[in-house]
């Protein structure tokens, strides 16, 4: 039976979730035996998380699937008021999701479905009018959210547009076409730019505001990505998400009217209120845990190279635009460390993601830049191991809690371990690596 989530009112005015107590709470959704990456449960953080988690039972989409989208569709309606500064560059609530699934397995339809299902009930005009497909050039999309000319046009007054594209090969082929400005009209749309073409001084958009969804296969991408535009320029504004049925539901009547008004309503509520903010800014406390730990962990190793680099590069501000977007939907405009933490999970799932995808020509197959490093280390230091003192130099700018945590990670690797050596009056920690079987 779907999960019936009953909304009530704090004392903040934001929408509360009363969830049945006989349903596991999101962390448990993920499906543990899936045959790629896991998320970290901390990706279905706040009130996108809980909706996420009422919403599983009803569908068979993967959950990260439905909070990828839910997370574009929700910053595309939210508009272009939210921002935030990073360096000198303001960044809009955008997430774009490149949402990457077998034809058969993934279920990335089932996955945009549910959210558009969710959002046609909040906020009805925004779906019939600023949700297109079909994107084929620079071009057209300008047509989308085109300023008037003055005279005859009065061009297009809401600049807010959620495009799903359902084959996004086709998308990639036809930006790589001779004399094509979609790529570079793309970009433009992920910065927030105002769009226009040089040939075409009549087309203009002035402050639009572009969330894009595609969808597509594994062999489709990895074929695409061969290609050094896509790696180096478009690719990159995307958030890779493998996807994978989640549940089997032969017979799924999908959500009750009850449960979708339900979160309509509560959603509805958040979206208007979200479009009054202006400058989103953190909290003390996850600036603190943005310099001490996210920011050094995404920036990587600037000697890696290939597609996986190319997405790395815009790994640390696609976190702090995931939590803003986190956060509008917790009815905030200070990102907390919880959406910090959520959208940093966002991000390495994205880059797991990629590296599965892509296979170990990409990059090592663990999807983490400090953890790759780690388990090259040890594979060259041999038998002798590497010691504690020598993780310590690696990553000397992270904390002890963190190079804990990632050498306990490295021990859950296949043919790694931790062993006590003796030491001069008590016994040192070395990491070993030996190739399994």
Same mark, same amino acid.
């Given at each position: 039976?779907?999960?019936?989530?009953?909304?009530?009112?704090?004392?903040?005015?934001?929408?509360?979730?009363?969830?049945?107590?006989?349903?596991?709470?999101?962390?448990?959704?993920?499906?543990?035996?899936?045959?790629?990456?896991?998320?970290?449960?901390?990706?279905?953080?706040?009130?996108?998380?809980?909706?996420?988690?009422?919403?599983?039972?009803?569908?068979?989409?993967?959950?990260?699937?439905?909070?990828?989208?839910?997370?574009?569709?929700?910053?595309?309606?939210?508009?272009?008021?939210?921002?935030?500064?990073? *360096?000198?560059?303001?960044?809009?609530?955008?997430?774009?999701?490149?949402?990457?699934?077998?034809?058969?397995?993934?279920?990335?339809?089932?996955?945009?479905?549910?959210?558009?299902?969710? #959002?046609?009930?909040?906020?009805? !005009?925004?779906?019939?009018?600023?949700?297109?497909? /079909? &994107?084929?050039?620079?071009? /057209?999309?300008? $047509?989308?959210?085109?300023?008037?000319?003055?005279?005859?046009?009065?061009?297009?007054?809401?600049?807010?547009?959620?495009?799903?594209?359902?084959?996004?090969?086709?998308?990639? =082929?036809?930006?790589?076409? $001779?004399?094509?400005?979609? *790529?570079?009209?793309?970009?433009?749309?992920?910065?927030?730019?105002?769009?226009?073409?040089?040939?075409?001084?009549?087309?203009? =958009?002035?402050?639009?505001?572009?969330?894009?969804? /595609?969808?597509?296969?594994?062999?489709?991408?990895?074929?695409?990505?061969? !290609?050094?535009?896509?790696?180096?320029?478009?690719?990159?504004?995307? #958030?890779?998400?493998?996807?994978? %049925?989640? #549940?089997?539901?032969?017979?799924?009547?999908?959500?009750?009217?009850?449960?979708?008004?339900?979160?309509?309503?509560?959603?509805?509520?958040?979206?208007?209120?979200?479009?009054?903010? *202006?400058?989103?800014?953190?909290?003390? $406390?996850?600036?603190?845990?943005?310099?001490? $730990?996210?920011?050094?962990?995404?920036?990587?190793?600037?000697?890696?190279?290939?597609?996986?680099?190319?997405?790395?590069?815009?790994?640390?501000?696609?976190?702090?635009?995931?939590?803003?977007?986190?956060?509008?939907?917790?009815?905030?405009? %200070?990102?907390?460390?919880?959406?910090?933490?959520?959208?940093?999970?966002?991000?390495?799932?994205?880059?797991?993601?990629?590296?599965?995808?892509?296979?170990?020509?990409?990059?090592?197959?663990?999807?983490? @830049?400090?953890?790759?490093? &780690?388990?090259?280390?040890?594979?060259?230091?041999?038998?002798? *191991?590497?010691? /504690?003192?020598?993780?310590?130099? #690696?990553?000397?700018?992270?904390?002890?809690?963190?190079?804990? !945590? &990632?050498?306990?990670?490295?021990?859950?690797?296949?043919?790694?371990?931790?062993?006590?050596? @003796?030491?001069?009056?008590?016994?040192?920690?070395?990491?070993?690596?030996?190739?399994?079987?």
């Amino acid at each position: 039976m779907p999960v019936e989530l009953h909304l009530a009112t704090a004392a903040d005015g934001r929408p509360q979730a009363q969830q049945n107590p006989m349903y596991d709470p999101a962390p448990g959704i993920v499906r543990p035996d899936r045959p790629g990456p896991v998320p970290d449960p901390e990706v279905f953080c706040g009130w996108a998380g809980e909706t996420v988690a009422a919403l599983d039972p009803t569908t068979e989409a993967d959950p990260v699937g439905v909070l990828a989208n839910l997370l574009s569709a929700a910053g595309a309606a939210i508009g272009p008021g939210p921002f935030m500064w990073i *360096g000198n560059d303001r960044h809009p609530a955008l997430i774009w999701a490149l949402t990457v699934g077998a034809t058969s397995m993934g279920r990335k339809g089932a996955a945009t479905n549910t959210v558009r299902r969710l #959002l046609k009930a909040a906020v009805p !005009d925004f779906i019939a009018s600023n949700t297109r497909s /079909g &994107l084929s050039s620079g071009e /057209g999309l300008i $047509e989308m959210v085109r300023d008037g000319d003055g005279d005859k046009d009065p061009g297009v007054l809401d600049k807010r547009l959620w495009v799903v594209e359902s084959e996004y090969a086709v998308t990639m =082929a036809r930006g790589r076409r $001779e004399g094509s400005s979609l *790529g570079g009209i793309l970009r433009q749309a992920w910065n927030g730019e105002d769009l226009g073409v040089m040939n075409r001084d009549a087309l203009h =958009a002035t402050a639009p505001h572009v969330a894009v969804v /595609g969808h597509i296969s594994p062999r489709e991408l990895r074929a695409r990505m061969q !290609d050094a535009e896509m790696a180096g320029g478009s690719y990159n504004r995307f #958030l890779p998400i493998a996807l994978w %049925r989640n #549940l089997l539901l032969p017979d799924a009547p999908g959500a009750s009217d009850e449960l979708i008004d339900n979160l309509a309503s509560a959603w509805r509520t958040v979206l208007t209120d979200a479009r009054r903010i *202006g400058e989103v800014r953190l909290t003390p $406390e996850a600036a603190q845990l943005w310099r001490d $730990e996210v920011y050094l962990a995404l920036c990587g190793d600037e000697a890696d190279e290939g597609p996986l680099a190319e997405f790395t590069a815009r790994a640390a501000p696609y976190a702090k635009r995931a939590a803003m977007v986190y956060a509008l939907t917790d009815h905030t405009d %200070r990102i907390g460390e919880q959406h910090l933490r959520a959208a940093w999970a966002l991000v390495r799932y994205a880059r797991a993601s990629a590296a599965h995808i892509l296979g170990p020509t990409a990059a090592a197959s663990t999807g983490d @830049p400090d953890l790759d490093k &780690l388990a090259a280390a040890v594979k060259a230091a041999g038998p002798s *191991g590497l010691t /504690g003192d020598e993780v310590y130099r #690696l990553f000397k700018r992270r904390n002890a809690a963190y190079r804990s !945590d &990632l050498t306990a990670r490295l021990c859950q690797l296949p043919g790694f371990a931790a062993a006590q050596v @003796p030491g001069e009056g008590r016994h040192r920690t070395v990491f070993l690596f030996a190739p399994p079987g």
